[in-house]
């Protein structure tokens, strides 16, 4: 057991040494990639899909000292329409590798992707080499949804609602509000023949103190129409359960 011991130790310090010493890819380095946009469910590609080039900085996480790929992307490039794409990018040598992705901010607030990411393989990365070949990008094509909703009155002054995949968990649209009362229209996306999980949920600081939150969700089961409608009506938040935060 002791020896078992000493040699996850000697990996551990040995990845974490490995990934220490990586520097910057060098100023001036061309970043090449090229490949497809797939629907693999449907097989067919996706023309008219943006592609992202996320760039790869260090910091420390949950196994220790990694590479992350959670900052704004730094190009992007539109497929064909073939679906296929080719992307040059000049390193500026502030990042250490990079990754492609078809999601430029799926879990940020206002986010309103076209594409949901496979599940399994959201990123693409180039793992410290400067191109990517021949690389098959696997996502989701999402249908238009155009919510409304009305709510008389909202104590709290904020409001967040998200859809995402009841499947996955995938969030692939996310929205907060602010008012005494809320009255608005979104277009935004849905995953089709899926079901999809509308959330209202309220969060603030009393709340997640006393150990609840407000959420209220309603799971539809979506066809393969072109434009889901959806209409939520509340008198009040306080319609909203509580639930265990």
Known sequence: ?????????????????????????????????????????????????????????????????????????????????????????????????????????????????RLLPDANETLYKFNFDYSLNNQVISAKELNDANVTLKILSNPYDTLFFRIYSASTGQTFAKFQFF?????????THCLPQSENVFEYYVRTIPLTDSGYVRLLSDTLNVGNVDTVFVLKKLNSTYEIPLKPY
């Open 1 to 113: 057991m002791r020896n078992n011991s000493i040699k996850v130790f000697i990996l551990f310090i040995s990845v974490w040494s490995i990934q220490s010493c990586r520097k910057e890819i060098p100023k001036g380095q061309l970043i090449t990639a090229n490949g497809v946009v797939m629907d693999i469910s449907q097989q067919k590609t996706i023309a008219s899909a943006k592609v992202y080039l996320f760039g790869g900085h260090k910091s420390i996480g949950p196994g220790g000292l990694s590479i992350f790929y959670d900052t704004p992307p730094l190009d992007s490039v539109t497929t064909d329409a073939n679906g296929q794409f080719t992307l040059k990018y000049v390193a500026t040598g502030k990042s250490y590798d990079y990754a492609l992705g078809v999601a430029r901010d799926l879990f940020q607030i206002g986010n309103d992707e």
């Open 179 to 187: 008012g005494k009362s809320i009255d608005t229209k979104l277009s």
